[in-house]
């Protein structure tokens, strides 16, 4: 069985640049879902995430089996509540919002889940889960109830990326949000990046090749594209020709 973590670690070893295409279940048409596929394994994408804040719609089984049958991408859930754990999926980032004070998403929730978990065979990824202000409000501030890092606060950020590295985590994601207005600072990718060994994911606001190549630049290993596919699924046709960032 393949370890998605290993490979991870192994990628970040050889400083190639990961990249994950979010779909959330809730803004997916079933109908189109294998032309979506078929656009996603054209792509450089290396991981399909799954989930969103608010997933109401209970097709997880059934969107993760047709995209099994349709990719041979690792599926990671990424879920925004104890409900969303499919066994068909490879892995799950097992999140806990350490920018924030909320306990629910700090540990209620994962308390919830761990008996589910135990049950199943998904590889659990512990995952430190930074929220980082964008400057308007976001599904994840609105449903967690807690306040982002202020973008300019570069030690507050460091010092909860090396917390939660201290704590176990076994990556740290920079999340500015889905569709923010702003993406994460490049300087805190730099700063966290630098200073933890520990992969590093970074997404929300990301809505161009350029915006991808700064991350990567700055440190990201790992870039997670949703809105930006959603809205256009021909967005990676030009990553095609592009240098930017490679699975090979
Ligand atoms: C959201 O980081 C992801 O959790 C992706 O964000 O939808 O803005 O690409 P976008």
Sequence with gaps: MTNIYNDILKFKSESKKLLAI????????????????????????????????????????????????????????????????????DAILFLSLISGRNSDFLIEHQVKAAPRLKEIQLEIISTGYILVD??????????????????????????????????????????AGSGAKR?????????????????????GGIIDLHGIKQAYDSGADIVVIGTAFENDINFFDIALSSAVYSKD
């Design 22 to 89: 979010l779909l959330d279940p809730d803004k997916v048409v079933l109908e189109n879902l294998v032309v979506l596929i078929s656009k996603i394994n054209q792509s450089s994408a290396t991981h399909i995430f799954i989930g969103g804040s608010q997933v109401k719609t209970n097709i997880l089984d059934e969107l993760i089996t047709i995209i099994k049958q349709n990719s041979n991408l690792p599926i990671v859930l990424f879920p925004g509540n104890p409900s969303q754990i499919s066994d068909k999926a």
């Design 134 to 175: 964008s400057g308007s409000e976001t599904a994840v501030e609105r449903i967690s109830k807690t306040k982002p890092l202020e973008r300019n606060n570069l030690d507050l950020a460091l010092a909860t990326a090396q917390a939660g590295e201290m704590l176990g985590n076994k990556l740290i994601y920079l999340e």
């Design 183 to 203: 993406a994460v600072p490049l300087e805190m990718i730099q700063i966290v990046s630098k200073n933890t060994e520990i992969p590093l994911i970074v997404g």
